[in-house]
Structure formats: C-alpha cells, structure tokens
T-cell receptor, first 114, second 114 residues
Framework: DSGVTQTPKHLITATGQRVTLRCSPR?????VYWYQQSLDQGLQFLIH???????AKGNILERFSAQQFPDLHSELNLSSLELGDSALYFC?????????????FGEGSRLTVL | AQTVTQSQPEMSVQEAETVTLSCTYD???????LFWYKQPPSRQMILVIR??????QNATENRFSVNFQKAAKSFSLKISDSQLGDTAMYFC???????????FGQGTILTVHP
C-alpha cells in the first residue's frame, strides 16, 4: 500500500459527459502529480501541484483541469469526454516539489468512455 | 525536454534465469534520478530500483541491479534468478532535481515462464 488513495477505481460514462477523479496523497506529501496511461502506452504526465499551486503542466488537454485543495487532496476534472479519453489515470505524490526521489502511485482510476 | 526510450516492447525469460531490460534517456539536467517501476497485472506502479546520477556505483536491490552508463545515457535493469512474480510491465523513468515529475519510457512487457 503506497498510502496514495484514488477514487473512484472504475468509472464508466458516455461521450460528452464530465467526471471528477479524486486523489489523497500520502500523509505529509505536498506534491501531487497526475498521469494518464492509455492502452498500450506509457504514462503521460498531465500536471503537477505543490502545496496548492500548479508547478508544471504536461500534455493536458484544455478540456481537463485540476486543482489541489488546502487539505492537499487533488481533483482532476475531465469534461466533454471523448472515446479517446478512456484510460487509466494515476495520481502520485511526493514529499517535495523538486526531484528528490521517487513518486508514490495510487492504484489508478480506470475511466471508460462509451 | 527529457525523453526516455525502451527499445524492447516485450521480453521473455525462463524461471531462475537472468534477463536484462534496456533503457536510454536524454536530458539536459546535470543532476537527475533514474528509476525502474514495475506494473503487474494489478496495474499498481511499484518502485523496483532507483539510481542517483551523481553516484557512480550501480544500484542493487536484492535480485535487481542496474548498469548505469552516464556518458552513454543508458540505464539497464538486470533481473537475476527470475521468478514468476516478476511477470509485469517494466517502466524506466527519469526525473530531475529542478522539477518533480518523472518522464517514463513506453514500457517493456516481461513474461517469466515456468
């Protein structure tokens, strides 16, 4: 158990809909990262938050947004969903904002868009 | 920009044998970290081993060891005495000290046969 909690574990929805994925980082970790893993692909970095502030953006679509709340949990909002958004979405956390070591991953939220 | 390349989409090995997974990377950072993560069928991302670029000594973790060639920007993973539980997707990843996110390769599917 990495200590990172993601909900929901599975989500099935229709095209055009909006969903929210939630992540609680390990106790004490200030950084949260979101990654997308599509079928047969590696992990694509979406966005990084550190202590409530956006630190870095990767290949995140404009239809997607994220935030980190004062209690350090984070939410990834996906709107106007398309079939291609079907993927496993990982949240990871680390203690610091800089690269001092490994990321601890949650179990992922599997999104299926029909 | 950082890139990580894993040139072996799939590998297989017999139980108790040794296998080496390849990884090359490119970065303009002077200080960085390299990682191998394992993703079993459960889809959980599990850290296997980590290497700090400023350390010349290759990291080892029980049956797992790396061959880190900094000048060649190569970071291979050797698994000795392979076990059935080693069957998984393996991802090579690189992170810098000036930022927290990790850049992942496309992954290598390793199958250990009895």
């Amino acid at each position: 158990d990495s200590g990172v909690t993601q909900t929901p574990k599975h989500l099935i929805t229709a095209t055009g809909q909006r969903v929210t994925l939630r992540c609680s980082p390990r106790s004490g970790d200030l950084s949260v990262y979101w990654y997308q893993q599509s079928l047969d692909q590696g992990l694509q970095f979406l966005i990084h938050y550190y202590n409530g502030e956006e630190r870095a953006k990767g290949n995140i679509l404009e239809r997607f947004s994220a935030q980190q709340f004062p209690d350090l949990h984070s939410e990834l909002n996906l709107s106007s969903l398309e079939l291609g958004d079907s993927a496993l979405y990982f949240c990871a956390s680390s203690a610091h904002g800089g690269g001092t070591g490994e990321l601890f991953f949650g179990e992922g939220s599997r999104l299926t868009v029909l | 920009a950082q890139t990580v390349t894993q040139s072996q989409p799939e590998m297989s090995v017999q139980e108790a044998e040794t296998v080496t997974l390849s990884c090359t990377y490119d970065t303009s950072e002077n200080n960085y970290y390299l990682f191998w993560y394992k993703q079993p069928p459960s889809r959980q991302m599990i850290l296997v081993i980590r290497q700090e670029a400023y350390k010349q000594q290759n990291a080892t973790e029980n049956r797992f060891s790396v061959n880190f060639q900094k000048a060649a920007k190569s970071f291979s993973l050797k698994i000795s005495d392979s076990q059935l539980g080693d069957t998984a997707m393996y991802f090579c990843a690189q992170g810098g000290t000036s930022y927290g996110k990790l850049t992942f390769g496309q992954g290598t599917i390793l199958t250990v046969h009895p």
